[in-house]
């Protein structure tokens, strides 16, 4: 593989990475108010955030991004291939995340809340110094898995124009004929993203259960 030929794939690999972390970003946030409105006491608020992941969850990511780009795109506003995709990947991880804070927070005994409330903290305060140091270990390893899944997961992005790995992993292979090679180049580059991912939850882990158990 020549110079230019690997250039044009760091190029895309520089996309997918950008559109990862965006997604995850956007993801990580969001997911946050989608939690609260799960758990929350008033049931129309509940029930209409049950829905929403669930349907969310429920679409393929590809008709996210068409329906995104071609359709809001086209009918309302213009939107870049990018925007697009950052928009309908960080909308999924919005509601994998969700669900993965909860599955996090219903991981903590609930006899640490009842503790919380015989000492009379408050709400919010028993929420961010005791459970969620705890939930937040429980979910690093499943964020990880779901963040490596979403750096594979942008390839769709490709559909809709992006320049990522896999889209200048494909123009390329079209270029040259030579599929083979360029693929598992660009299979090599997704395996060499995932392992730093890997290694730093496994280290964060460790860290996390080492300062619980003191």
């Given at each position: 593989m020549s110079v230019a030929e690997f250039l044009l794939?760091?190029?895309?690999?520089?996309?997918?990475?950008?559109?990862?972390?965006?997604?995850?970003?956007?993801?990580?946030?969001?997911?946050?108010?989608?939690?609260?409105?799960?758990?929350?006491?008033?049931?129309p608020l509940r029930a209409l955030a049950m829905v929403l992941?669930?349907?969310?969850?429920?679409?393929?990511?590809?008709?996210?991004?068409?329906?995104?780009?071609?359709g809001l795109g086209m009918s309302v506003t213009p939107i870049s291939p990018f925007h697009a995709a950052l928009m309908g990947l960080g909308l999924i991880a919005a509601a994998n995340m969700a669900e993965i804070y909860r599955g996090a927070v219903a991981s903590v005994h609930h006899g640490q809340w009842e503790a919380a409330s015989a000492l009379d903290l408050g709400h919010w305060s028993v929420f961010r110094d005791i459970i969620?140091?705890?939930?937040?270990?429980?979910?690093?390893?499943?964020?990880?898995?779901?963040?490596?899944?979403?750096?594979k997961e942008t390839a769709v992005a490709s559909a809709i124009g992006v320049s990522e790995l896999a889209y200048q992993g494909n123009q390329l292979s079209q270029l040259t004929y030579r599929g083979l090679e360029v693929f598992a180049v660009v299979g090599l580059f997704y395996v060499l993203l995932s392992l730093p991912i890997a290694w730093l939850?496994?280290?964060?882990?460790?860290?996390?259960?080492?300062?619980?158990?003191?």
């Open positions: 794939l760091l190029r895309g690999l520089t996309w997918t990475i950008a559109l990862t972390a965006g997604a995850f970003l956007i993801g990580a946030v969001l997911g946050i108010p989608l939690l609260v409105a799960r758990q929350s006491k008033f049931l992941i669930q349907v969310v969850r429920a679409i393929p990511p590809i008709l996210w991004l068409f329906i995104i780009f071609f969620a140091p705890q939930a937040f270990r429980v979910a690093l390893p499943s964020a990880a898995s779901y963040l490596i899944g979403l750096m939850s496994r280290m964060a882990d460790g860290y996390l259960q080492a300062r619980v158990a003191r």
